[in-house]
């Protein structure tokens, strides 16, 4: 599956930012997708996950409370909604998919979008 994020710009802290993920391709509903980033100088770091039907999601400390991940099968795409944001969550965002079981270990990914920048001003 081949996957595009967008949403992706600059916002002040305390305000709201939505991602989206689109992907190509049928089997997008059989696919585990998460939302990772990864700030200058910093390793890559998962942020949420979400099962194929949406019944499962896993956050990252960071951002449970102020961060969402939900997806629509019928339009082939999944979204990373971010409110409360702060000036430590400016990175490039990164949504991948996997099949099997959602995980927090982006080698385990083998689907990956090219990035989108999120930069949250103080």
């Known amino acids: 599956v081949q996957l595009q994020p967008s949403g992706g710009g600059l916002v002040q802290a305390g305000g709201s930012l939505s991602l989206s993920c689109a992907a190509s391709?049928?089997?997008?509903?059989?696919?585990?997708v998460a939302w990772f980033r990864q700030a200058a100088g910093k390793e890559r770091e998962f942020v949420a996950a979400?099962?194929?039907?949406?019944?499962?999601?896993d956050y990252a400390d960071s951002v449970k409370g102020r961060f969402t991940i939900f997806r629509d099968n019928a339009k082939n795409t999944a979204y990373l909604q971010m409110s409360d944001l702060r000036p430590e969550d400016t990175a490039v965002y990164y949504c991948?998919?996997?099949?099997?079981?959602?995980?927090?270990?982006?080698?385990?990914?083998?689907?990956w979008g090219q990035g989108t920048l999120v930069t949250v001003s103080s």
């Open positions: 991948a998919a996997k099949f099997g079981t959602t995980s927090t270990f982006p080698e385990l990914y083998n689907s």
């Open positions: 391709g049928r089997t997008f509903s059989s696919y585990r």
């Open positions: 979400i099962s194929v039907n949406g019944g499962f999601k």
